[in-house]
């Protein structure tokens, strides 16, 4: 049981490039999440999903996109990378609100530097 | 920004002693929850404490909730170097959490 996993773990990008964060979860969660750290600021909320075939809007959601094609994969795109999105960035997945309160499951991170 | 606040930002002490480190939330909330950041790595969930509640334990964790003060604490208790971690309250939403900022706990052999 691998729990959260999330693909790549260390990324290096040039301004302007793109990429996709990967994330999957073996435990039938129905609600996925991506925030992102920075120093000094916690985690901020930057995308979330209730279900498969859904996306709504976080805290910080602008420069970025996703995707929940499949209930276990939720990916994370950068369309076109700015050195304000070097961050550290985690997966979140929880079971539906008002089963376990919402306890979220964390991957273990992607470290981005956009140079 | 809807986050809480901890407080201390950092908090060392020596083995032995207990951690306890406050947190402050701005919103009504359904439940409140603790979660431990070892260095590098993800959050792991502690304890969670629903609003009609006013203290909880699990093992060496103590979580106290006062409501009507927006506010929670927790007490680690006869600390050890292990639990050398950053630590963050979170707040339950309709469907989301909303994370403080944290509290650095250094525990010294």
């Known amino acids: 049981n691998a729990g959260v996993t999330q693909t790549p773990k260390f990324r290096v990008l040039k301004t302007g490039q793109s990429m996709t964060l990967l994330c999957a979860q073996d435990?039938?969660?129905?609600?996925m999440y991506w925030y992102r750290q920075d120093p000094g600021m916690g985690l901020r909320l930057i995308h979330y999903s209730v279900g498969e075939g859904t996306t709504a809007k976080g805290e910080v959601p602008d420069g970025y996109n996703v995707s929940r094609l499949k209930k276990q994969n939720f990916l994370l795109g950068l369309e076109s990378a700015a050195p304000s999105q070097t961050s550290v960035y985690f997966c979140?997945?929880?079971?539906?609100?008002?089963?376990?309160?919402?306890?979220?499951?964390f991957g273990a991170g992607t470290r981005l530097s956009v140079l | 920004s809807q986050q809480g606040e901890e407080d201390p930002q950092a908090l060392s002490i020596q083995e032995g002693e207990n951690a306890t480190m406050n947190c402050s939330y701005k919103?009504?909330?359904?439940?409140l929850q603790w979660y431990r950041q070892n260095s590098g790595r993800g959050l792991v969930h502690l304890i969670l404490?629903?609003?009609?509640?006013r203290e909880k334990h699990s093992g060496r964790l103590r979580v106290t909730l006062d409501t009507s003060k927006k506010s929670s604490s927790l007490l680690i208790t006869a600390s050890r170097a292990a639990d050398t971690a950053s630590y963050f309250c979170a707040q339950t939403g309709y469907s989301t959490l909303t994370f403080g900022k944290g509290t650095m706990l250094l525990v010294s052999p």
């Open positions: 979140a997945s929880s079971y539906k609100i008002g089963q376990q309160g919402n306890i979220q499951y």
């Open positions: 435990m039938n969660h129905e609600y």
């Open positions: 919103t009504s909330i359904n439940n």
């Open positions: 404490i629903r609003s009609n509640e």
